[in-house]
């Protein structure tokens, strides 16, 4: 099993649809989890970090369910610029960054 | 304040030659990370360096890829005698000086590509 999972999609939906999508992790010592997002050719820049009691920033929220080892991403009211990829990260612990562990992305393609 | 540099963007090599990429991170901040990215996959951490010092290099293949972070200039990736398994996209990214669980700033990347 990948220390980090996430559907790689396509996620394909209309402008103004809410679309979620979930990254599983195995290690449950895992402390810090973000989700970066991803353009085409692009760097991975952060979106947001997932806290504990759950986090939003306007359009988007991101969840952690520790008992299930996932956390998700929730975007409402896509718009396009929302196509790209996401990766979600997780850090076991304040240890070595060489576990620090990005998922393989999730593609979400927003169509007008 | 500049972001994260990186060059080249883009690094054309024939097998058996040398790679150098370049990363100087951004101003204030004295760690560095070099991922890679092959296409349709994930990143995956290479080094972890700090100042005149490798922290941590679990990532990095034994053989022909080296990096270093001097005291003065930015950091570098060495790859030696290249192969075509070596293209793939590069990402440095830095952070400041608290340590782990803190964002990680990207450059935007080389792009490597082997003959």
């Known amino acids: 099993r990948k220390e980090v999972e996430q559907d790689p999609g396509p996620f394909n939906v209309p402008e103004g649809a809410t679309v979620a999508f979930n990254c599983t992790y195995s290690n449950s010592a895992s402390q810090s989890f973000f989700w970066y997002r991803q353009d085409c050719r692009k760097e991975p820049k952060l979106l947001m970090s997932v806290y504990s009691s759950g986090n939003e920033d306007g359009r988007f929220t991101a969840q952690l369910n520790r008992a299930s080892q996932y956390i998700s991403l929730l975007i409402r009211d896509s718009k396009l610029s929302d196509s790209a990829t996401y990766l979600c990260?997780?850090?076991?612990?304040?240890?070595?960054?060489?576990?620090?562990?990005f998922g393989s992305g999730t593609r979400l393609s927003i169509r007008p | 304040n500049a972001g994260v540099m990186q060059n080249p963007r883009h690094l054309v090599r024939r097998r058996g030659q040398e790679a150098r990429l370049r990363c100087s991170p951004m101003k204030g901040h004295s760690h560095v990370y070099w991922y890679r990215q092959l296409p349709e996959e994930g990143l995956k951490f290479m080094v972890y360096l700090q100042k005149e010092n490798i922290i941590d290099e679990s990532g990095m293949p034994k053989e022909r890829f080296s990096a270093e972070f001097p005291k003065e200039g930015p950091s570098i990736l060495r790859i030696q005698q290249v192969v075509r398994g070596d293209s793939a996209a590069y990402f440095c990214?830095?952070?400041?000086?608290?340590?782990?669980?803190?964002?990680?700033?990207f450059g935007p990347g080389t792009r490597l590509t082997v003959l």
């Open positions: 990260v997780v850090i076991p612990g304040y240890s070595s960054a060489s576990k620090i562990i």
């Open positions: 990214a830095s952070s400041p000086a608290t340590g782990d669980g803190n964002e990680q700033f």
